[in-house]
């Protein structure tokens, strides 16, 4: 089925450049309309509803969020299109939905459209923007919200909760600092990219700790935490290990 999609950005040149790229997926997508002004798209979007919606956050008159609230978007899906910066990117892995850098690259923007297309729920819901927009709102990072799809739900807590991951074939189970623990509908490798690079360890294929929920590493070579579990250091990551934590 052919991917209906807008462009909405005030950077005619992003936008430009982003047509021409999706051009390489026209016998896919099918690109219906671009803006450069949001109260523009909003009429065109609530009467042609298209299915996807690259949109950039910060613009004039009308940010991102706000345009979205003027929208239905129960069934349509949105890839933010963003400039390189490390806080906003953040927020938006947190909040368990998909960007693309500016300018955007042919093999992300691949990578973003199958991803689309394997959703079995192409859903906006407005608890993962509600989430976003809380995430925007915050002045530290350690305030950001994270968003975790499970088979009974979502759930919303602070990753600075999370005390280690374990893989479960293709789910993680979280244990969190509150003794609660549930399973994730993502592998380790997906929630260790969703958490970013810095505060969380990878000690074994099977486990990504909490580095400030570590307190101490046994003789026997294991993360000893604080709620008091012991996960094994694989060997291979055994001097990695030892060094991240001296300058935790």
Do not use: W
């Amino acid at each position: 089925m052919m991917i209906r999609a807008v462009i909405v950005d005030d950077d005619a040149f992003v936008r430009s450049d982003l047509k021409d790229t999706l051009a390489a997926f026209r016998h896919e997508l099918e690109l219906v309309a671009d803006f450069e002004h949001p109260l523009e798209a909003i009429e065109f979007i609530n009467h042609s509803k298209p299915d996807l919606i690259f949109l950039d956050i910060q613009m004039p008159v009308m940010n991102g969020f706000e345009m979205l609230d003027h929208l239905d978007t129960t069934q349509i899906e949105v890839i933010f299109i963003t400039s390189f910066n490390q806080y906003a990117i953040q927020a938006i892995k947190y909040s368990a939905l998909d960007y693309l850098l500016k300018p955007v690259k042919h093999d992300e923007l691949k990578s973003a459209i199958e991803r689309f297309k394997q959703k079995s729920e192409k859903i906006l819901t407005q608890a993962r923007l509600a989430n976003l927009k809380h995430n925007f709102s915050q002045q530290d990072e350690n305030n950001f919200q994270l968003v975790i799809p499970t088979k009974q739900g979502e759930h919303h807590f602070k990753a600075g909760e999370i005390i280690r991951c374990e893989a479960d074939s293709n789910y993680t189970m979280i244990f969190l600092s509150s003794g609660k623990k549930f399973l994730a509908s993502k592998t380790l490798r997906d929630i260790e990219e969703m958490l970013g690079e810095g505060k969380f360890l990878r000690v074994h294929k099977s486990h990504l700790v909490n580095k400030q929920h570590i307190e101490n590493i046994s003789p026997k070579d294991e993360v000893v935490l604080s709620d008091g579990a012991h996960v094994a250091i694989s060997r291979r990551r055994l001097t990695e290990v030892k060094d991240a934590l001296r300058s935790k």
